[in-house]
């Protein structure tokens, strides 16, 4: 018999809100709230929704918005963002948005950060304009928004109205060693974006550990582990559904990003080997498959990370299986 982990790692789920083939963003819109009410119903700790531009398949850029949105529509689950790309916003922007989810959903709203654009270069400038980014950028915005979510200070000349005094969580989100050393140094929690960049995976979750120094925040490391996830009743069906996933990916890799499609028989078959290879290692941290294989993958995971929590990535074209796709995954997690 299989021994589990003796600690499960909780779970939350990451939603880019696609845009289905056939259907509209308002339909997007919609399946993001009703999946994360089922998320919620499920116990899952977090939902949290990305930013990403000019992209046709993807209906989550006014992330802040949206974010609002689906904190309105649920109860008790925290919603936050996974993440707001800084380099496309004022931090004193960010700021207010945050501190005002903040002031309506108190003690619901996260505010996960990343440093890249989550877009191409020129939509990029057509947010930002002009700005020149450097290294020592993302860091300094950091620090700046850690000060204006907290409490102002005597003399302080800009003051974010709301968000001063909110202490929204700050999370930081990565794919390199970068993020990890900076979340360390400042004392944050780490979520790594392994749902479509594993590689490094190991090696910044091992460095964000090892330089971890305690902070206001937070008393010692807490790590996210983002895991694409398909489920069904058996191997056979899960496999059909994640052919998805798989055109989803193929079309990111090649640059031919559209809407999310159906589902298509023996689809991997179809394609050449490095087509093949390109999206097993894209997916190298997915789990596809019913309910012994789901449970098994994410023993797997959670023995090879000892992840404080497991986020889901879960890119079903109908909108109902993909809430059974949770809810398997839900069942399976529980050793």
């Known amino acids: 018999m299989t021994d589990f982990p003796p ?9 880019l809100v696609a845009v289905r083939e056939g259907g509209t963003v308002r339909q997007a819109l919609d399946i993001a709230l009703d999946t994360a009410r089922k998320a919620e119903e499920l116990g899952f700790a977090r939902y949290w929704l990305a930013e990403h531009h000019n992209m046709p398949g993807i209906a989550s850029s006014a992330t802040a918005v949206l974010v609002g949105h689906i904190a309105g529509g649920t109860s008790t689950i925290r919603v936050g963002s996974g993440g ?30 990343g440093r890249a654009p989550g877009t191409d270069g020129p939509t990029m ?20 928004l850690q000060r204006l979510l907290g409490p102002a200070q005597d003399h302080q000349r800009i003051v974010a109205m709301p968000g001063a005094g909110t202490h929204v ?101 179809s394609l050449s080997h490095q087509e093949k290879a390109a999206i ?31 986020m889901l990535v879960s890119d079903v074209y109908d909108p109902a299986l993909r809430l059974r796709s949770l809810e398997i995954t839900a069942q399976a997690a529980i050793w």
């Open 169 to 269: 969580p700050i999370w930081l989100l990565g794919s390199s060693l970068f993020s990890a050393q900076l979340a360390a140094a400042k004392g944050l929690p780490y979520a790594f974006a392994s749902h479509f960049a594993p590689r490094m995976l190991h090696q910044a979750i091992a460095l964000y550990r090892q330089l971890f120094q305690p902070s206001a925040q937070l008393d010692k490391p807490y790590v996210i582990v983002g895991v694409p996830v398909i489920a069904a009743p058996t191997d056979a069906e899960a496999d059909f559904l994640a052919s998805s996933t798989y055109q989803r990916v193929l079309g990111i890799l090649t640059g031919q990003r559209g809407r999310l499609q159906p589902p298509v028989e023996h689809y991997m078959a």
């Open 280 to 310: 097993q290692d894209f997916l190298a941290m997915g789990v596809v498959g019913g309910p012994e294989r789901m449970r098994a993958g994410l023993w797997s995971i959670a023995q090879a990370t000892q992840a404080d929590e497991l």
């Open 125 to 144: 400038r057509a947010l930002r304009r002009d700005r020149v980014e450097s290294e020592e950028d993302f860091p300094r915005d950091v620090t700046e």
């Open 84 to 113: 707001i790309m800084l380099p496309n916003h004022a931090p004193l922007v960010v700021a207010e948005a945050f501190g005002t989810l903040a002031e309506l959903y108190p003690g619901r709203i996260d505010l996960g950060l």
């Open 7 to 15: 600690r499960l790692p909780r779970l939350s789920m990451l939603d």
